[in-house]
């Protein structure tokens, strides 16, 4: 080979390494970081080319989706009853990105995940359209349908567990939003509408919003009581002074009215709601011992189920008179309804809180399980004996004619409840907040445990009650619940 031919050669061959090199380089190292370019149509395009799986309650599909005229994204999403399921399902925009199931089990449903490397194949070969897995849920569309008829027009959430297990049945937030009005390219004045709407319909208040609870965290201080041996009988009276000064103050914590609190047994106080009987609780035990008690029942710590919830909190530094508040759901305590929900069902469930989840099984397009989520006992803040003798008192609330959750009662089941009307604001100047938490038993078995908060701006603020407002809403979801079962 003569000289020019050989440089020619080299410079040929220098070109062919170097297109190596950039390919493998492109290929290899930078692959990741193109794909999740926000710049780069291709991963959405391929997202959209086909239709994705559905999410499922039931047995039936509570998404879908439709063809489109739009020459890339040829699928647009669909939900039916869309403001129903937004809290579980979120949204899948082909603008704005995804949430909640529709976000966590994006591979699932769009057939990207790696254990459908098979099915992708597969239609590879036969020229079958590829189509994304199922996303089973644990929900109860009665009970979902129950919450979110009784919030409708209220701002507010509801939250229901099935003790045993830990499935979650019912997860309703109002204000709501159809995640359809927002899936497709064109729909950005809706999304804009959405997003700069005051009552904030996006938020997912049942895991995303933390409220005082209000004497449904006297549950927490009860628990707590009988854990460490501060009560051991229910029905003794309490060395509980009535004013009780708070330590280090000359205020008096108040009751809601002229109560029979002054060393009222536990299941007076609980059934009456006596702020002082379990103010004073608390100081007695302490804040280290309240701060233990709240953690075991899941406070201060996020919840994944498997999207995240917000962590629920009971204050660490704090002096005797805030840890008298604390342990009557003020000051600086809070907690979201799924927390409180978890509070419930772990009294019902006699002490042991199973881990909440609502995802029940992850399918491939040909029906294959491919995953499936176990029950898992995440704690034990009650022993079974303890658990048993709250039950009985949260029983007391409901049936007992002096009890504030009467409303709570189902004929054929026993229920307990308790609720709650929590300040709001400085100087409680807001609205207060109206709670319910309870749970019902058919037989021997305990099927349901609910908590409701209700934000009614709209209503007097005399009406404002737990059992007033909170109360028919969580009978309506265990009713729900128990006739489905039948």
């Not at 849920?137 to 009784?150: F, H, I, M, S, V």
């Not at 995640?179 to 700069?196: H, K």
Request: with cysteine; aromatic share 6%.
């Amino acid at each position: 080979m003569n000289k020019p031919l050989r440089r020619i050669a080299i410079f040929c061959g220098l070109l062919v390494l170097a297109l190596l090199v950039r390919e493998n380089w492109l290929g290899y190292v930078k692959a990741d970081s193109l794909n999740t370019n926000a710049h780069n149509q291709r991963p959405t395009i391929e997202r959209y080319s086909h239709a994705p799986g559905n999410i499922i309650v039931d047995g039936k599909p509570v998404t879908g989706a439709v063809k489109t005229d739009d020459t890339y994204f040829k699928y647009k999403q669909t939900w039916k009853d869309g403001p129903m399921w937004a809290p579980v399902t979120g949204y899948g925009s082909q603008v704005y990105g995804s949430t909640q199931l529709e976000s966590i089990d994006d591979g699932i449903l769009s057939g990207t995940d790696p254990r459908l490397f098979f099915d992708r194949t597969v239609s590879m070969f036969t020229g079958k359209n590829q189509k994304g897995g199922d996303v089973v849920t644990t929900l109860n569309a009665d009970a979902q349908k129950a919450a979110y008829d009784g919030l409708k027009g209220k701002k507010g959430a509801a939250v229901a567990i099935d003790p045993s297990t830990g499935k979650i049945l019912a997860m309703a937030s109002t204000p709501s939003y159809d995640p359809s009005t927002i899936a497709g390219r064109t729909d950005g004045t809706a999304w804009s509408n959405l997003f700069n709407d005051k009552n904030d319909p996006l938020m997912n208040r049942a895991l995303r919003q933390t409220y005082p609870p209000g004497s449904t965290f006297k549950l927490v201080t009860a628990a707590a009581a009988l854990q460490n041996g501060t009560v051991s009988d229910p029905d003794a009276k309490t060395d509980s002074p009535l004013p009780y000064i708070m330590p280090g103050t000359t205020t008096p914590l108040k009751n809601e009215g002229n109560l029979p609190c002054k060393n009222a047994t536990l299941r007076l106080a609980l059934t009456v709601s006596c702020n002082s009987v379990f103010g004073h609780l608390g100081v007695e035990l302490g804040k280290d011992k309240m701060l233990d008690e709240a953690k075991k029942f899941g406070f201060n710590s996020e919840q994944f189920i498997p999207v995240r919830a917000d962590a629920s909190e009971f204050p660490t530094d704090i002096n005797q008179s805030q840890t008298a508040l604390s342990s009557i759901g003020q000051f600086d305590t809070r907690a979201t309804p799924l927390q409180m929900a978890m509070v419930a069902s772990a009294i019902a469930n006699d002490g042991k809180l199973m881990k909440p989840y609502m995802v029940d099984e992850l399918r491939a397009p040909n029906l294959d399980v491919i995953d499936k989520t176990q029950p898992e006992q995440m704690s034990q803040p009650l022993s079974a004996g303890n658990a048993q003798k709250l039950q009985s008192m949260m029983e007391s609330v409901v049936n007992d004619p002096m009890g504030t959750g009467g409303s709570a009662k189902i004929s054929g089941a026993t229920v307990g409840g308790k609720t709650g009307t929590a300040q709001n604001g400085v100087d409680n100047k807001g609205l207060p907040y109206a709670w319910f938490v309870s749970y019902a038993k058919v037989g021997n078995s305990s099927p349901v445990a609910v908590a409701v908060v209700v934000e009614d701006g709209a209503a007097n603020r005399d009406d404002i009650s737990g059992g007033g407002l909170a109360g028919p809403i969580a009978h309506d979801v265990m009713k729900a619940v128990i006739d489905s079962g039948k």
